[in-house]
C-alpha cells in the first residue's frame, strides 16, 4: 500500500501519470472495463422492479463513474426494448466537495473544477472528478437533477433513515438528503417511484455513527441524537437505567 501526501484528486493525477505508458492497469472508473462492470446496477434494479421503470434513481458522486455506468446500464435496457423509458437521475453531492453542481447551475457551460473541502463524506471528496463529461450526458439525456447537501443535511438524513432499522453510510445520506429537499420543492411527488441507491454500510463509518449521537459531529446539531449511556460494569447499574428508561 502507497499512502501519498495528498488528496483524491492528487493521487488521481498522480495515477494517471504512472499508468500513462500501460505498464500497469488502470482500474479506476476511466477505465471503460469499470464501467462495463458497474452498468448491471440499472439492470439489477430494474430485473428487481420486474421490469417497472422508477421516476427517479437517486446516488451519491464523486468521480463520477457511477452515475455514468448507471445510465448506460438504463441506455442499453431501453435500446433492447426491455424498458420504455430512462428514469430521471439525481447526482447528489456533498456541499464541501460540488464542482458537478457547480457546473449544473452553469448549465454544465463549462466544467468546474475546485478544491475538495474536507467533509464527512469522504469516499467523495472529489475537486475535479474524471466522468465528467459521461456525467454530463446522463443527467442530460434523462432530465435529471443535480443536488447537494450540507453536512447537517446529509447527517440528518442518515439519522431519520436510521429509525427505520436502516445504518446508513454517510453518502447515502448525501442520497437521501437530495431525496427529502427534491419532495420539500415539490419536484419529487408523493405519487412517484423513487431509487435511493445505498454506496456503502454504516459500519464502514462508525465514528459518523457514534461522533452523531455524541452530538460532536462539526457543523451537525443532532436533531435525532440517542446518546449512549456510559455506565460500570456493574449489573445493578444497568437495572437502575432500564428501571429509569421504562418507569
Not at 484528486?9 to 501519470?17: F, L, N, P, T
Request: net charge negative.
Amino acid at each position: 500500500m502507497l499512502a501519498l501526501e495528498t488528496d483524491f484528486d492528487g493521487c488521481m493525477r498522480i495515477v494517471r501519470e504512472v499508468t500513462r505508458d500501460n505498464s500497469l492497469y488502470l482500474a479506476n472508473s476511466m477505465n471503460s472495463l469499470r464501467i462495463e462492470g458497474q452498468k448491471t446496477v440499472a439492470i439489477e434494479i430494474l430485473r428487481q422492479f420486474d421490469w417497472e421503470v422508477p421516476d427517479w434513481i437517486i446516488i451519491p458522486v464523486g468521480n463520477l463513474g457511477n452515475i455514468s455506468a448507471l445510465y448506460k446500464g438504463l441506455k442499453l435496457l431501453r435500446d433492447l426494448g426491455l424498458i420504455d423509458k430512462i428514469p430521471r437521475l439525481v447526482a447528489a453531492q456533498a456541499g464541501k466537495a460540488n464542482p458537478f453542481y457547480l457546473s449544473y447551475l452553469k448549465g454544465f457551460s463549462d466544467k468546474v473544477s475546485i478544491s475538495a473541502q474536507s467533509t464527512l463524506a469522504s469516499a467523495i471528496q472529489i475537486g475535479d472528478p474524471v466522468s465528467y463529461e459521461k456525467a454530463v450526458q446522463a443527467v442530460v439525456e434523462s432530465n435529471g437533477i443535480v443536488e447537494e447537501a450540507t453536512e447537517h443535511e446529509m447527517a440528518e438524513a442518515a439519522a431519520r433513515a436510521d429509525l427505520t432499522g436502516m445504518y446508513t453510510c454517510p453518502h447515502t445520506g448525501v442520497a437521501l438528503a437530495a431525496l427529502f429537499k427534491l419532495v420539500n420543492r415539490g419536484i419529487i411527488r408523493s405519487t412517484d417511484r423513487v431509487v435511493v441507491i445505498s454506496t456503502a454500510h454504516g459500519l464502514k463509518f462508525t465514528s459518523f455513527k457514534v461522533g452523531y449521537h455524541e452530538g460532536t459531529l462539526a457543523e451537525v446539531e443532532s436533531q435525532f441524537a440517542n446518546p449512549p449511556v456510559y455506565l460500570p460494569a456493574d449489573a445493578n447499574a444497568v437495572r437502575d437505567v432500564i428501571a429509569q428508561r421504562l418507569g
